[in-house]
């Protein structure tokens, strides 16, 4: 069973493994426990279903007694990771990231275990990037060379397009690397999309501490084009989203994202992932997700919102009162309905707010009428007052 438990720990939704999966098979059936972690940034307040991959994976290596370590990274979030990025980030005040993280042990606790038998820990980077002196940094850096840090593809990449890369962006990677040495830890984990990132805390720690790291990359959760799902323009799907609209969210998954999003995101076995009907199979999906996010009957009530609002085509009565505002935007943001007016604009010209009362399409020429429901986007529902 332990064997089985172990050969799943290193394939299931795992990328690769640095230097090889065959040495940390080795150290594992050894009997040794490992000291691991995975970092978050803080730059919003919400952890969200991309990082539900690397949580369900630390989950799986707490279960077996291997001590796991939740990073906050409210230092480098004031920098920002450049990964995948071609332009630079905002730059947030350290009051920003930890504002920002102040729930996250509360929401990653719908995964992880904090408390009882090997709970994990939750550390911040700010506790020792914060502290160190100048000098200090400079011969952390100096562990490091210019050509490994610029050889960096995205880097590559704004040079070829004559973009800039500003020098905290390339110091990054320096300061997310010296987590690993200040921790030292026996493994990292995070997506194939951090590769660099982590791989130069395995450099680092080899040149400062003289000691092997291993690093985990889980795959992503991406569509058929290599685009990121489970995030949409500034919403992402959160951890702690309410059962229905999580639920909603998963069903407008594309169909071949689902088999990754079962291996990734639930512990349903393999050989049980369903396959043929992409419309049940992505309410399976969306059920064991809410499920294990928040219970069986909320997961069930969720599905039972879903079908009946958009299989059998019924509104939901118990929609959410908001009053009117000075103007349908206005009235949609107040509400929290939208993120912001520029969201509320882009769904008007797709055609996404539905009157369900008169079964009409509504456009910005139109008004809110009293007492009709509405559909904004695919899965939220409003009544106005």
């Not at 089985?4 to 493994?17: F, H, M, P, S, Y």
């Amino acid at each position: 069973m332990d064997e089985d438990k172990i050969t799943e720990l290193l394939t299931r939704g795992v990328d690769k493994i640095y230097p090889s999966q065959k040495a940390l098979d080795e150290v594992l059936r050894s009997g040794k426990k490992l000291k691991l972690y995975q970092g978050f940034d803080p730059t919003g307040d919400k952890l969200h279903l991309g990082h539900m991959v690397g949580l369900k994976k630390l989950a799986a290596w707490q279960a077996l007694g291997h001590h796991v370590i939740f990073l906050v990274g409210d230092f480098t979030a004031m920098v920002g990771d450049p990964s995948g990025k071609f332009s630079a980030r905002k730059v947030l005040t350290q009051q920003e990231t930890l504002a920002n993280a102040r729930t996250y042990k509360e929401q990653a606790s719908k995964i992880l275990k904090f408390d009882g038998n090997n709970p994990a820990e939750v550390l911040f980077n700010g506790d020792w990037l914060g502290k160190l002196t100048a000098i200090e940094f400079l011969k952390i850096a100096g562990n490091l060379t210019y050509s490994q840090m610029v050889e960096r593809d995205m880097f590559q990449e704004r040079m070829k397009q004559n973009q800039e890369i500003y020098t905290n962006e390339f110091l990054y990677p320096v300061m997310q690397a010296y987590d690993s040495v200040a921790m030292d830890v026996d493994l990292e984990i995070g997506g194939k999309d951090q590769m660099f990132n982590m791989l130069m805390g395995r450099k680092l720690m080899r040149n400062m501490l003289k000691k092997e790291k291993f690093v985990m990359t889980t795959k992503l959760l991406e569509d058929s084009q290599g685009m990121k799902i489970g995030k949409t323009e500034g919403n992402a799907i959160a951890l702690d989203d309410k059962p229905e609209d999580l639920y909603g969210k998963i069903m407008a998954f594309p169909d071949e994202a689902i088999a990754q999003c079962f291996e990734s995101l639930t512990a349903l076995p393999m050989n049980e992932i369903p396959v043929g009907n992409p419309l049940e199979a992505k309410k399976k999906l969306a059920f064991e997700i809410v499920k294990d996010l928040n219970d069986e009957e909320k997961a069930k009530k969720a599905q039972s919102f879903w079908e009946n609002t958009f299989q059998k085509k019924e509104t939901p009565e118990d929609s959410a009162e908001v009053k009117l505002g000075k103007n349908l935007l206005d009235t949609l943001v107040s509400a929290k309905a939208v993120v912001s007016a520029s969201a509320a604009r882009r769904l008007f010209a797709e055609g996404a707010v539905m009157d369900m009362t008169a079964d009409k399409k509504i456009t910005l020429k139109d008004n809110f009428i009293r007492g009709h429901i509405y559909r904004i986007g695919k899965h939220r529902f409003i009544k106005i007052k």
